[in-house]
């Protein structure tokens, strides 16, 4: 969890994979059985939220990319984001919500089954949102749901379905997850086209004081005292870090 929040997960079964930027071990593959990734921080009220995740999926089975609650027939609460076809987990690729084992909100946006995309999820209390790859798709009228009252769920949409511990977990997508944020928000329509153009870029300054000639991160060396130079790396949302060289150099020059 790079939110600082300290929500991190437990992986069951899921394999660190390549992401969207061929960095090895930075995204996970589900394998569509019973892989998952747990998060046993319970998010109560999500009446307003916003979700984006990044998915990469392997052919048309359809699953739950992300349950906030437990959705396993007995023990219902929650909301679930995923694809299929008349419901989440049926073979297919529609773009689908769930309410609390209640019932499905079929769209008619139909996802990749082969490349990445960026999908954003927008709630305000029942009206729903969806955003494909930074683009407004459309919205609808959600149904009502129970409170979450269990922990998140990557990749499936409960651990033990039906409430039958060591059970088959239920709706497994079979794909790639990635860069996956939860806000307790609206997201702006900034906000969402810079999730998907990976514009998000951060920028700090490098203090540094020293008493001989420095070399810093760029390869240069420096003899004066320098504010100007910068230099380029890549922060966890995969996006450009720019850093700028603040060096007081206070070697004395040499006859």
Not at 68 to 79: M, P, Q, V
Not at 127 to 138: E, P, R, T
Request: proline residues 3%.
């Amino acid at each position: 969890d790079f939110s600082g929040n300290n929500f991190h997960g437990t992986v069951v079964g899921a394999s660190p994979i390549q992401d969207r930027f061929g960095n090895d071990s930075s995204a996970y593959y589900f394998d569509g059985i019973n892989d998952l990734i747990r998060v046993t921080s319970v998010i109560s009220n999500i009446d307003t939220m916003s979700i984006s995740l990044w998915v990469q999926l392997d052919g048309n089975q359809g699953g739950s990319y992300i349950q906030i609650g437990h959705d396993g027939n007995i023990i219902c609460n929650g909301y679930t984001l995923g694809s299929g076809s008349t419901g989440i987990g049926n073979s297919g690729l529609k773009l689908i919500t769930r309410s609390s084992c209640i019932g499905n909100r079929v769209t008619s946006f139909v996802m990749s089954d082969s490349n990445w995309f960026n999908l954003v999820f927008v709630k305000e209390n029942l009206l729903g949102s969806y955003y494909l790859d930074g683009v407004f798709l459309g919205s609808q009228t959600l149904l009502s749901i129970i409170p979450p009252s269990d922990s998140v769920y990557f990749g499936h949409s409960s651990e033990n379905y039906n409430g039958v511990p060591g059970s088959v977990p239920g709706n497994p997508m079979k794909g790639k997850l990635d860069d996956i944020g939860i806000w307790n928000r609206v997201l702006s329509a900034s906000e969402i086209t810079n999730l998907y153009s990976g514009s998000v870029t951060t920028s700090s300054t490098d203090t540094i004081t020293s008493c001989d000639p420095y070399t810093w991160t760029n390869g240069v060396t420096y003899t004066t005292s320098n504010n100007t130079a910068i230099d380029t790396f890549v922060n966890a949302a995969g996006c450009d870090s720019i850093v700028t060289l603040n060096l007081t150099n206070l070697s004395i020059p040499q006859d």
